[in-house]
């Protein structure tokens, strides 16, 4: 069974950092792109980032770019967001997803507020 | 906001048909498959269509997905009480290299 699990959610003042993790597991994690999708209370779902099996190409959404980077461990079958220069628009639960959106985690709060 | 365009919402009486559109463009719907997403509150979306006309295992016949031009339609027949939900229309887009969801429906059964 494909399992997807997020962590390292919390609250963050506006500037602030954070590093999120997803496990994956029940699927050979190295072959299969993936993404990080957010949404935002009330709104709907963004997508933030994805990046390739090896790693060698990532791609961002404006809003992130230069301050958010996408990485991935395939000898841990783990997928990292780091978030830096955090504002309070980036306030959403974090989802980690297969690229092809067939599975997803049941998503990690983030929250930038002061 | 978003790229792609969906109605606010939808409605019908059980049992009935609705159909959701997804407008966009050349860049994305023109030139890339469709995915098709359900969404209950407090929950991750969940995917329903891909590759525009495609079912993941598991998900029923009476949800269907086709693409024409610039525009994507999901389906959904024989509508059940468990259909209420938000959904979202997704792809990629080559001038933004970005991926993009629609703005959502709300599917409400009558």
């Known amino acids: 069974e494909v399992q997807l699990v997020e962590s390292g959610g919390g609250l963050v003042q506006p500037g602030g950092s954070l590093r999120l993790s997803c496990a994956a597991s029940g699927f050979t994690f190295s072959s299969y792109w993936m993404s990080w999708v957010r949404q935002a209370p009330g709104k709907g779902p963004e997508w933030v980032a994805n990046i390739n099996q090896d790693g060698s190409a990532k791609y961002y959404v404006d809003s992130v770019k230069g301050r958010f980077t996408i990485s991935r461990d395939n000898a841990k079958n783990s997928l990292y967001l780091q978030m830096n220069s955090l504002r309070a628009e980036d306030t959403a639960a974090y989802y980690c997803?297969?690229?092809?959106?067939?599975?997803w985690g049941l998503g990690t709060l983030v929250t930038v507020s002061s | 906001q978003s790229v792609l365009t969906q109605p606010p919402s939808v409605s019908a009486a059980p049992g009935q048909k609705v159909t959701i559109s997804c407008s966009g463009g050349?860049?994305?719907?023109?030139?890339?498959?469709v995915s098709w997403y359900q969404q209950f509150p407090g929950t991750a979306p969940k995917l329903l269509i891909y590759?525009?006309?495609k079912r993941p295992s598991g998900i029923p016949d009476r949800f269907s997905g086709s693409k024409s031009g610039t525009s994507a339609t999901l389906g959904i027949t024989g509508l059940q009480t468990g259909d209420e939900a938000d959904y979202y229309c997704g792809t990629w887009d080559n001038s933004l290299s970005a991926y993009v969801f629609g703005t959502g429906t709300k599917v409400t059964v009558l």
């Open positions: 997803a297969t690229n092809n959106g067939d599975s």
């Open positions: 050349s860049s994305n719907i023109g030139n890339n498959y």
């Open positions: 590759e525009s006309n």
